[in-house]
């Protein structure tokens, strides 16, 4: 069995028997119609289920996979789906994939429910790729050592030339890993130049920043108030946080998907 703190630190693809549910039969007598109206659950009896285990329920449906509840928890600040029989007996935590789309409906629904107040992000210290009046923002998390921010930066360049709409705004967050990308960080955001960011990307030598600043600190706690724990990370208009390197392509799909537009300004 699995140890119950696998809910705790939201690891993926964990099975979980409950031993304090009183196990319910498998076979209720759904036979001569769907399930979903044979068992109910609210928010009160999963809480009571998965007491201790979470900070709390914030949701409960019928989920796509039959014979499951889709339960939206809670821990820490952070916010997942996960997966309970109809029995109340076994909780299932960890990617469900649709084979017929190839997507994770886990994946998805995780990033709509921990989406974020874009208004709330100073951008003071952002350098800029695009038209700075741009009617979209994308901020962007980068690190100036980071590989695959190198990589995503021509993406980012690819989908303003299609869209002069849009604009990045680039907030330097150094990763821990890479030390010299500090100094480097802060070397941009004195200069405020999105052309010492791409020279650092591409191996060149910058100067000494020219002033002194605490911006990479406020960036970090930024950072972890929003859950961003990697570079580069998108944050769409309408607050979904997509972490990891993006083609254009993808980026521009997501805008066009009617979600990402939403905040515009």
């Known amino acids: ?22 196990p319910a039969s498998m076979s209720p007598g759904c036979a001569d119609k769907p399930c979903a109206e044979c068992h109910t659950l609210d928010r009160a009896e999963a809480e009571k289920l998965l007491l201790g285990l979470v900070d709390r329920v914030v949701a409960v449906r019928n989920g796509a996979v039959p014979g499951f509840y889709e339960l939206d928890l809670e821990k820490g600040g952070r916010k997942l789906p996960v997966y309970l029989h109809y029995s109340k007996r076994y909780l299932v935590t960890g990617d469900v994939v649709d084979l017929k789309t190839q997507q994770s409906l ?3 629904r995780m990033i709509d429910l921990n989406r974020v107040d874009v208004a709330t992000i100073p951008l003071d210290d952002a350098v800029v790729i695009g038209d700075p009046n741009a009617a979209v923002k994308i901020i962007v998390f980068d690190d100036p050592e980071c590989p695959f921010c190198q990589k995503i930066h021509p993406e ?27 100094k480097k960080a802060e070397a941009i955001i004195c200069a405020k130049s999105a052309q010492m960011l791409e020279d650092s990307l591409a191996g060149k030598e910058l100067p000494e920043p020219s002033c002194e600043t605490d911006q990479v600190d406020k960036n970090e706690r930024e950072a972890s108030r929003l859950g961003v724990r990697s570079t ?34």
């Open 156 to 182: 980012m360049k690819a989908v303003v030339a299609q869209r002069p709409d849009v604009a990045f705004w680039i907030k330097l967050l150094p990763l821990k890993i890479h030390p010299n990308a500090r």
């Open 106 to 108: 886990t994946n998805e």
């Open 1 to 22: 069995m699995f140890r119950r703190f696998a809910l705790l630190a939201f690891v993926p693809t964990a099975l979980l028997l409950t031993p304090r549910v009183v």
């Open 232 to 265: 580069p990370t998108l944050i769409l208009p309408d607050g979904r946080v997509m972490p990891g390197y993006k083609p254009a392509a993808k980026i521009l799909g997501l805008l066009a998907e009617g979600k990402g537009e939403q905040a515009k300004k």
